[in-house]
């Protein structure tokens, strides 16, 4: 399987705004719901948000939700990330992962449901 690649993050102050893409690849990649994690140093990894394979229906964690908005272009084979009001603890690396099985919903939080991973995209928050 080819990894989905990450882009987008940087260093931001505390009540700022990034945006992250992760950029799919192949004819199948419409036909998967995709789902963003993070890992801050010292941590498991985290659910962020998830989006299913039309883009209709989203998922977020209670600690980003109205502040995250996951969204997908398929036509472009990419899903994004809107961060806004982004706090310190944000800070994290960022990953995108396709989920094991086509179609469905969005609400899978286990990392174990996604078996195509991104290497990741840093994201630091200063207060």
């Known amino acids: ?3 989905p ?3 987008g993050g940087g260093l931001v102050q505390a009540g700022g705004s990034l945006r ?13 719901t995709m789902g963003w ?6 941590k498991e990894r985290e659910f962020v948000a998830a989006i299913n394979w039309s883009g209709g229906g ?10 995250f908005t996951i969204s997908r272009d398929n036509a472009k ?3 994004y990330l809107q961060m806004d009001s982004l706090k310190p603890e944000d800070t994290a690396v ?9 179609f469905g919903t969005a609400y899978f939080r286990a990392p174990a449901e996604y078996d195509v ?3 990741g995209t840093r994201v630091t928050v200063s207060s």
């Open 58 to 67: 989203t998922y977020y964690a209670d600690s980003v939700k109205g502040r």
């Open 1 to 3: 399987q080819v990894q």
């Open 37 to 42: 994690f993070r890992q801050a140093p010292g």
């Open 5 to 7: 690649v990450e882009s």
């Open 77 to 79: 084979n990419t899903v």
């Open 117 to 119: 991973w991104g290497q």
């Open 94 to 102: 960022y990953s995108c992962a396709r989920r094991r099985a086509q």
């Open 20 to 32: 992250l893409s992760c950029a799919g690849s192949g004819r199948t990649f419409s036909s998967y």
